[in-house]
């Protein structure tokens, strides 16, 4: 069960939802101590003046930044006064389309539980008034001492809340780009090559099918090298030329990309006759279009079960 990291209420109008905030990712990365080299000995990072060369203690320290060629410094006192108060809710001034938001803004995912059980039905209310109006809620709240910018949005059985970068956080893409782009302008026929790729390379999303292969390359040189085995090196992929002939390099990708839709029909074909084979997403998916109520709650082989029954009634189904 994930920590819960802050506990409030939502509001939005006069409603008022009870919630907590738990993290809706965590980092599997492999983390190392730093030691020297042919020791065992740890190397730990130490605050030292760097005129005098003297380690300091956390007290000793004061925060400061140059303003015209003088030196201000911020005790941490003076910090604690100025800082937001903690919030304890998080209200949403106004609901907007989430397709106005781009994806640029947001920073990190949130899951948003109601606080008991008495507290599902508002909380149920709100998620799915936002599922079928496709509207966020924008608001603001304090967080460990800082002022957070959030979208509070709907998913298939649980509020989430977004953290988002403030716009003067966001970069102007212009100073990298230039004038470059639009003097760079393809030709209707690349343009036409390029969207017949995309459309052949198009597929539902599946999270699933992807994993992180460098934690496993990282996992596995640890355990050779605990093992005395050689680390297997990979050969490095060979580099692309940077000078390209884009019409030629359009035409190869075109009739790759068809060659892979023909062998992919009969799978495709497969899959629609056979829901076994089908990820524990894409029977989510399958479900919801299919109008399956409880399927948020479902395990793979429940959901396998509900959409084969569903779809079977359906094929049996006169036509009217």
Excluded: C
């Amino acid at each position: 069960m994930p920590r819960k990291i802050w506990t409030g209420s939502i509001n939005f109008g006069l409603v008022t939802i009870p919630v907590g905030l738990y993290a809706a990712t965590e980092d599997h990365s492999i983390q190392f101590h730093q030691y020297q080299r042919g020791t065992t000995d740890r190397v730990r990072m130490k605050r030292v003046n760097e005129r005098t060369g003297k380690e300091l203690g956390y007290d000793d320290i004061v925060k400061g930044r140059e303003v015209d060629g003088t030196l201000v410094t911020v005790e941490p006192s003076e910090l604690d006064e100025i800082a937001p108060v903690l919030s304890r809710t998080i209200d949403i001034s106004t609901f907007v389309d989430i397709g106005e938001i781009d994806p640029v803004y947001f920073q990190k995912t949130y899951w948003l539980a109601p606080n008991s059980k008495e507290h599902f039905r508002p909380y149920n209310l709100l998620r799915q008034a936002m599922d079928q109006t496709h509207q966020v809620g924008i608001a603001t709240f304090v967080m460990r001492g800082r002022e957070y910018l959030t979208a509070v949005r709907a998913e298939d059985s649980v509020l989430a809340l977004n953290t988002m970068f403030f716009a003067d956080e966001i970069r102007d893409p212009g100073e990298l780009v230039g004038q470059a782009s639009s003097a760079a302008e393809p030709t209707d026929k690349e343009i036409q090559m390029a969207t017949m790729i995309i459309e052949s390379m198009s597929g539902p999303w599946e999270p699933e099918e992807y994993e992180d292969t460098y934690t496993a390359r990282v996992e596995k040189l640890i355990a050779d090298k605990s093992e005395g085995r050689t680390p297997e090196v990979e050969e490095e992929p060979e580099r692309p030329s940077d000078v390209i002939d884009l019409t030629e390099a359009l035409r190869r990708s075109v009739d790759q990309a068809r060659g892979a839709r023909r062998g992919k029909v009969p799978k495709q074909r497969e899959r629609e006759e056979d829901v076994s084979g089908m990820s524990k997403a894409e029977l989510e998916k399958k479900a919801k279009e299919l109008g399956i109520r409880g399927r948020s709650k479902m395990n793979r082989a429940d959901l396998v079960a509900a959409v084969s029954e569903q779809t079977s009634g359906r094929r049996r189904r006169p036509a009217s």
